[in-house]
């Protein structure tokens, strides 16, 4: 029941928009996004709820797509610090309150 | 407002030894979570504490263990130690029912174990 994450990897050039994509096998609740830059703990971005709209803040947004069970975050922009290895996390829809994560997909921004 | 902290930062064992991690949930947590992970992996979820009772568990033999205080501090218990268990172990806590609260897991910054 692990999610399913795509790209592995991303590069990309300062400015320039990505995208991140999340799907599951089985119903979800909630999906949830996080950030980890190397030797850190992971930060949470933002997290979406069964019946929830779309979120976002600053240039970084995301969707889930309760049909499908896909969840996709985007990047606007990116700047420098976007940096990192990007995680989905996901909780299934019988709310045990457990979330299993994806294998993540790496970001590199270049100047 | 502290977060949720965790110790050690770094830990070295051998091979057979048993080893003990802790961690303090963020102010207002009542549930916490460990996760293992492994060197460019995501996070794998071990178990999950609530009211001093493990109340999910992952996919993690018995010699994977924990406890919970009053308190609502956690202990994560390995026993038997592999060259497998060497990932950085973090520690994530929680309101009770955070899907409802909107609000999500808190990771602390986790303590590197390495088994030699």
């Known amino acids: 029941q692990q999610p399913v994450q795509s790209p592995q990897a991303v590069i990309l050039r300062e400015g320039e928009d990505a995208v991140i994509n999340c799907s599951s096998s089985k119903a979800l609740y909630s999906v949830h996004w996080y950030r980890q830059k190397h030797g850190e703990a992971p930060i949470f971005l933002m997290i979406?709820?069964?019946?929830?709209e779309q979120k976002g803040h600053d240039k970084i947004s995301a969707s889930f797509n309760e049909k499908k069970q896909q969840s996709s975050l985007y990047l606007t922009a990116s700047q420098l610090s976007y940096s990192g290895t990007y995680f989905c996390g996901t909780e299934l829809v019988n709310r045990d309150d457990k979330i299993i994560f994806g294998k993540g997909t790496r970001l590199h921004i270049l100047p | 407002d502290a977060g949720v902290t965790q110790s050690p930062t770094h830990l070295i064992k051998t091979r057979g030894q048993q080893v003990t991690l802790r961690c303090s949930p963020k102010?207002?947590?009542?549930?916490v979570s460990w996760y293992q992970q492994a060197l460019g992996q995501g996070p794998q979820f071990i178990f999950q504490?609530?009211?001093?009772?493990?109340?999910q568990r992952g996919n993690f033999p018995d010699r994977f263990s924990g406890h919970q205080f009053p308190n609502y501090s956690s202990e994560l218990n390995v026993n038997a130690l592999l060259l497998g268990d060497s990932a950085l172990y973090l520690c994530a806590s929680s309101p009770e029912d955070f899907g409802l609260d909107r609000d999500t897991q808190y990771f602390g910054p986790g303590t590197r174990l390495t088994v030699l």
């Open positions: 504490y609530y009211e001093e009772e493990e109340r």
């Open positions: 102010s207002g947590h009542d549930t």
């Open positions: 979406l709820l069964k019946g929830g």
